[in-house]
Nanobody, 123 residues
Framework: QVQLVESGGGLVQAGGSLRLSCAAS????????MGWFRQAQGKEREIVAA????????YYADSVKGRFTISRDNAKNTVYLQMNSLEPEDTAVYYC????????????????WGQGTQVTVSS
């Protein structure tokens, strides 16, 4: 069982940066694939980025490549999402998620979810 708590959301102007954090409980955090998803109002939840337990593999949605960076610190049971050059289209609730096994992208394949943190980018 893994419990996830996101933090770091807020209001930022276009072009600005935010760093999201996701703190995980449990002694086996390092064995989980970690993902960041987002859900804008009226839209489906979509994957933003994911990272393997060893940090050797990462995935980024095309819309955030070159702007967002996912990382993790297994010693701190924490995964991060550094978001730079933010755009109004990035406005959404951002969720941290975890799964065992291989790195995948469908949200249905993630077993554990945080409560989400709101990111609002003003133009």
């Amino acid at each position: 069982q893994v419990q996830l708590v996101e933090s770091g959301g807020g209001l930022v102007q276009a072009g600005g940066s935010l760093r999201l954090s996701c703190a995980a409980s449990g002694r086996t955090f390092s064995s989980y694939i970690m993902g960041w998803f987002r859900q804008a109002q009226g839209k489906e939840r979509e994957i933003v980025a994911a990272i393997s337990w060893s940090r050797s593999s990462t995935y980024y949605a095309d819309s955030v490549k070159g702007r967002f960076t996912i990382s993790r610190d297994n010693a701190k049971n924490t995964v991060y999402l550094q978001m730079n050059s933010l755009e109004p289209e990035d406005t959404a609730v951002y969720y941290c998620a975890a799964r065992r096994g291989i790195l995948t992208t469908p949200r249905e394949e993630y077993d554990y979810w945080g409560q989400g943190t709101q990111v609002t980018v003003s133009s």
